[in-house]
């Protein structure tokens, strides 16, 4: 009787002697460092006293965070369906996540829970300060126009308002 071959893995010696055991150690290592960051931010987000600070701690690290338990999750799966998949979450995540980081900022800058005093350079006030300027500018025109234009106040002719008895 001939006893099979063992497979070559078997045959190396030491604790990481085959690639797919690296593969499962560093899978482990990424999704270790990666939960640990998302941890941070999950503290930061509790922890930190402005929106500024706390929008940092919600998408720097939490991005980073998840981009290494993808990359952990695909060392250990190896399946290119699950890699495909991991790709495409990771791709919408750090897509998404600026645009919802700009959204929460700009909404907290709006309803003054930014303490405009601790910013370095503050672009949006200028912006908001010439909108308001247009705004008020279209405002008086508008009045202008509802008052008939003729710079008396007076009510145009033939609205039913000039004083005499409708017929």
Known sequence: MTRPLAPAHALATGPLAHWTDAADVAGAVFMLAGALLCLLAGIGLVRLPDVPTRIHAATKPQSFGLTLVLIGAGLWLRSPI????????????????????????????????????????????????????????????AREEAGG???????????????????
């Open 82 to 141: 699950d890699l495909g998949t991991m790709l495409l979450v990771g791709l919408f995540q750090l897509l998404t996540t600026p645009v919802a980081a700009h959204m929460v900022g700009r909404a907290a800058y709006r309803t003054g829970r930014v303490d405009r005093d601790g910013l370095v350079a503050d672009d949006l006030a200028e912006a908001l300060a010439e909108q308001q300027r247009k705004e008020a500018e279209q405002r008086g025109e």
């Open 149 to 167: 234009g003729n710079g008396t106040g007076d009510a145009a002719e033939g609205d039913g308002r000039s004083g005499g008895p409708e017929r």
